[in-house]
């Protein structure tokens, strides 16, 4: 087998196991004699085209394992776009330091970026071995059960919206309607893991709205109306990124305040526009949730699952390059049985690259304002370990002894 | 010793540990023979006015149990003034039911009012035990050490502003400020908890205002400049309850969406606000993360001190009303010596009504844009058991061979 240095380059929003796919490549690189060198770059494909490449056979085999532990990307990541001359200098920078192994850990358009250079690389006639690692909470990579990452921020919202449920239904009057903003641009997979531990049907949350439906606002108030007249409280989950009929995203204030490198507009504030829309129409009054970040890297609700997974997608992705597979993506599937069980496939690249992967129909509610059953099925599993069931008092009744109290 | 029934009262915003006391005080009632039955109020002194009560001993031992690990207020609560007739209702209906021995969990509002209950209850030469049980996220209650529930959000906050500041700095440019909006109307305890997992000076926060300092808008801008300029990025911790010079709140839209029953506007917004501020006069990006009531109720964090502490004040409050004591809140003292440990006493609740506990002067820095180590020293041990320790790569660098990129 071809003998060689490998790199591993963390790309895009980091998640709480990102470090677990690191930690699972490190610890499998350690245990073959083909490869040499272990390098990590810095801040993503950035750390490649300014070689600004780090020595991660120094690290401690403690720090190694700690990652395990360690939300967001240690390597640090970036978002940013490639033109030709990038990649012909990401090839002269492999050759240079004899980088035989590589491994991109990311979402979809790292995938393609993935595909890309082993394309490349093959045509260079350079012998080099290319793999992606599934990684983002937006759930949205095709040809894979689920993604790394998900599982987590999933776990973490399943836990937010009982608790906001709580919450909201603890206090008389004052915050009457709670609507959760979560992340996810373009699926709403993060937004429908809140349904994940509602057990009744008065549970929160009590509608949930996806991006893979138009946006529609009077529909809107007549569904948080309806639920209002019946339980006096609300508990609304919408995601960043849904559009109205015009393909426009609903901001707080007019407009996004920046644009990505990507030239795309920065979400988020759906959530207050929707309050303030409530206040208005509906004359009720309405909070919003709005953690932001800090939902995709907290290590307060890491699904054992997930970090489980993240670190065997890593490590078997290092044991089929040293096979000799390039242009892949290490997927998981679901083994057949009652019990969730995962087991990793390879798919190509090139089937992945850039493709999105909705919350499909059979997961949507009818009216477009819900989760089905069927998708429960699905993610249900992912969150992990069982979590503290809460007291429920169930407040035996007094007999009264006053007249009724007069205001 | 007088025999009767014992009443639970539930106030204001829940926390992660309410019920943590309530199961306190139904515990250890149950273990004495003076109290006969013991009831609850459903949703606070709503309950009381509108004879609302529940009967406790018919729960099942194991729901009373589980309140230890159940967030949110499990009677309900509410916000409410209460006129003199009010009060005369209560005290009749405490005669019917034979109530002898009341409990009010809550904050400083609360204490006022159970301060005035047992005056009248004297006055009437009714024998009642009123009793205070300090509970608020707020941590501005006088006369403690500090308040049940604030351990929990300040866990809650350490963690979410140590995982926030590795996602700010994982990605390089997108999100170079973050400013994170904390609960805390008047006083910043809960944004000065941010620090309380800092242990470099470029570890996040870089940044803090609280609400005990006028907000100066050209001295912010300033100091963030300035850190930015030295790491590429800054972590901003701020209270909702900012006050300009004007004594004005800042708000994200113009005034407050909704006032509460006490006609106090509804705060929140201001880190939107300083976002866009940070855009039009630094023209760097930033972006903000507002969990909202998600920070005050979360299971995940739970200080273990703090649901311990929680649980004791209520069965200390029990063992001292059947002693005869009435007219006292539980309060917390901190035990001479090194590791920390709390006694509780009992403080009258004239002398807490309607007091506020400000982050005092020495827990401030002289530039008020951050705490000293004395709050440090202060806050630490409540926030309970270690928290793992992350890995931090030490990211040896390697030579480089290629010439540097050209853009």
Redesign the interface.
């Known amino acids: 087998m071809l003998r060689g240095n490998l790199v591993i380059v963390?790309s895009?929003?980091?998640t709480a196991v990102t470090?677990s796919s690191l930690c699972g490549i490190v610890q499998e690189a350690l245990r073959h004699a083909e490869i040499e060198d272990i390098?990590?770059a810095?801040?993503?494909v950035?750390g490649i085209?300014?070689?600004?490449?780090?020595?991660?056979r120094?690290?401690e085999p403690e720090?190694?394992?700690?990652?395990r532990?360690?939300?967001?990307?240690?390597?640090?990541?970036?978002?940013?776009g490639l033109n030709s001359e990038d990649f012909d200098?990401i090839l002269?920078?492999f050759k240079?330091?004899n980088i035989r192994y590589s491994f991109f850990i990311g979402g979809n358009g790292t995938m393609g970026f993935a595909d890309k250079l082993s394309k490349l690389a093959d045509k260079a006639d350079f012998e080099l071995g290319v793999m992606g690692i599934p990684k983002t909470i937006d759930n949205d990579i095709v040809l894979t059960d689920h993604t790394p990452g998900y599982p987590s921020v999933a776990r973490?919202w399943a836990?937010?919206t009982r608790?906001?449920g709580?919450?909201?239904?603890?206090?008389?009057?004052?915050?009457t309607v709670?609507v959760l903003e979560t992340m996810g641009r373009d699926a709403g997979w993060i937004t429908a893991s809140t349904a994940l531990l509602k057990e009744k049907e008065d549970d929160p949350p009590h509608l949930i709205y996806l991006p893979e439906r138009t946006f529609d606002e009077d529909k809107f108030l007549g569904d948080v109306e309806q639920v209002y007249k019946k339980l006096r409280r609300v508990v609304i989950a919408v995601c960043e990124g849904l559009k109205d009929e015009t393909e426009e995203y609903f901001f707080?204030?007019k407009g996004p305040?920046?644009t990505?490198?990507f030239g795309r507009g920065?979400v988020?504030?759906v959530a207050?526009y929707l309050?303030?829309l409530i206040?208005i129409k509906l004359k009720l009054?309405?909070?919003?949730?709005?953690?932001?970040?800090?939902q995709?890297?907290?290590?307060?609700?890491v699904s054992k699952v997930d970090a489980e997974e993240a670190c065997i997608v890593g490590r078997i992705a290092v044991r089929e390059v040293i096979l000799g597979a390039t242009g892949y993506m290490v997927a998981l599937r679901r083994q057949p049985g009652a019990e969730y069980r995962s087991m990793t496939c390879l798919v190509k690249l090139e089937d992945v690259a850039g493709k999105t992967k909705y919350v499909p129909e059979n997961f949507i509610n009818e009216e477009g304002n819900f989760v089905t059953e069927e998708f429960i099925k699905y993610a249900k599993p992912l969150i992990g370990e069982p979590l503290?069931?809460?007291?429920?008092?169930?407040?035996?009744?007094?007999k009264?002894?006053?007249p009724?109290?007069d205001e």
Chains 1, 2 share one sequence.
């Open positions: 963390q895009g929003g980091p470090n390098y990590g810095v801040n993503g950035l085209l300014y070689e600004n490449l780090i020595d991660l120094r690290e720090t190694i394992q700690k990652l532990v360690t939300p967001s990307a240690a390597l640090g990541s970036c978002r940013r200098r002269a920078l240079a330091h973490w836990v937010a608790d906001a709580l919450d909201n239904e603890a206090i008389y009057q004052p915050d709670k707080a204030t305040l920046y990505d490198s920065q988020g504030g207050d309050c303030k206040a009054k309405a909070r919003c949730d709005r953690p932001g970040t800090i995709r890297v907290s290590t307060t609700c503290p069931e809460y007291a429920r008092v169930r407040k035996f009744p007094l009264r002894l006053l009724p109290y």
